[in-house]
């Protein structure tokens, strides 16, 4: 299924960051990121793909969970469920 699913594109990789950004990456065709992902406002301390790949969420330090389109890295939308908790 993984290969069905891959059908030619490269592999993809995400950094989270103290600095408060992440770095999408296709590690195999250069040593320089792709695009540079804001909007966490704390330290990013985590990060997970889909299954499928077509999604990654980032958890950060500002309790908010932020969900990114896995291949481009353009932002999709802001989780907020445990402020205040």
Request: aromatic share 12%.
């Amino acid at each position: 299924k993984y290969k069905t699913y891959k059908a030619g594109e490269p592999e993809r990789m995400v950094s989270g960051s103290d600095d408060f950004t992440l770095f999408l990456w296709h590690p195999k065709e250069g040593k320089q990121p792709l695009k540079r992902l804001t909007g966490h406002q704390q330290a990013v301390n985590h990060i997970a793909f889909s299954p499928d790949g077509r999604y990654f969420a980032s958890a950060s330090f500002d309790k908010k969970t932020k969900i990114w389109n896995g291949r481009s890295g353009d932002f999709i939308s802001t989780l907020t469920g445990h402020v205040g908790s």
